[in-house]
């Protein structure tokens, strides 16, 4: 195993134009059942992908994003990209910074090192609370997530029962492997974030996310210090629930 990882390079090609066309078809019936759906961005390149259908086909999803307060600048600066692009907003949500004041008071600034226990209430915090808080009132919203993205990924449904917030959750992505994602960004010139040039391959806050090398998981690179395998922040676990038909 050897070099920092690269974004794939794959060509477009008339099936992964089907698979974007069955997207599209999917974020439009979204759009027309569910007025106040969202889309979670991380700004990450799946998200990425589903920003540029949404904006391309003028479809009213709201974009919204969570600013955990510890996001590398090259996110913030992709998040400026992409608004700039499409001429649309990303709704920013924040963490209740009277709790993240007791927490690093008790636990310190970088706590989250000390114990997975602590890592995921800092997630808590910073990630969980706040989109409880985006989605309060809204029927559905929609997320970037791939079956292969992770073990515990590997059930993965196209459309959902979100038990823990009550409202329907959709995952257009679903089935798309990593060179899909990819295929698309370059073909259609899409913005992502800066860091994947530098061989980080699934990007979350500064400090809990680093560069992989070549071989490795396409998420090693979260939560890097912890022994487990399936690395979860909290938002896409949840009670057990029905999987519906898309």
Known sequence: MSGIWRPPEAHWTPERERKAGAVLALLAKVAHAHPTAALATSLQAEDAVLCDMIARTELSIDLIML????????????????EDRYGRSITVIQPDKAEIAAWIGKNGTDGFYDSERLRHECCALRKVRPLARALAGRTAWITGQRRDQAA????????????????????PLACWRLEDVWAYVRNRDVPVNALYARGYASIGCDPC???????????????????????ECGLHVQAEAPALGA
């Not at 510890?70 to 992409?82: H, M, Y």
Request: no cysteine.
């Open 67 to 82: 600013d955990t307060g510890r996001l590398p600048a090259e996110t913030l600066d992709a998040k400026t990209a992409i």
């Open 209 to 231: 996310t680093r560069v992989i090398r070549q071989g490795e998981n396409t998420r090693a690179g979260r939560w890097w210090w912890e022994a487990s395998t399936d690395k």
């Open 152 to 171: 515990s990924r590997l059930g993965l449904e196209e459309h959902e029962i979100d038990a823990v917030h009550g409202i329907e959750k959709f995952n």
